[in-house]
């Protein structure tokens, strides 16, 4: 069992920059494949981004490539998505989950977080 907590979303002007970060418990965080979506209303969740256990590899949706970074802090439990030029698509509430067993499939990860509202006017 792992629980999540989101942080760090906020309003951005379009250009702009956020970092959310994930807080973990539990002391397995390191067994688990981390990654981000979205979810915008009348939308599907959306794969953004996810990192592997060891932090090695990660991967990115082609929407967000280039432009939002994914790493993880084993020693803090944390997980972050940092998000550059950020655009008014990009408004959506941001969850963080853990456990994929494919990576860009929420219908995968049995653990979430409560998801974080992020707001980029234009």
């Known amino acids: 069992q792992v629980q999540l907590v989101e942080s760090g979303g906020g309003l951005v002007q379009t250009g702009g920059s956020l970092r959310l970060s994930c807080a973990a418990s539990?002391?397995?965080?390191?067994?688990?494949?981390m990654g981000w979506f979205r979810q915008s209303p009348g939308k599907e969740r959306e794969f953004v981004a996810a990192?592997?256990?060891?932090?090695?590899?990660?991967v990115y949706a082609d929407s967000v490539k280039g432009r939002f970074t994914v790493s993880r802090d084993s020693a803090k439990n944390e997980v972050y998505l940092q998000m550059n030029s950020l655009k008014p698509e990009d408004t959506a509430v941001y969850y963080c989950a853990a456990g994929g067993l494919y990576l860009s499939d929420y219908r995968t990860y049995p653990y979430w977080g409560q998801g974080t509202q992020v707001t980029v006017s234009s």
């Open positions: 539990g002391r397995t965080f390191s067994s688990y494949t």
């Open positions: 990192i592997t256990r060891s932090g090695d590899s990660t």
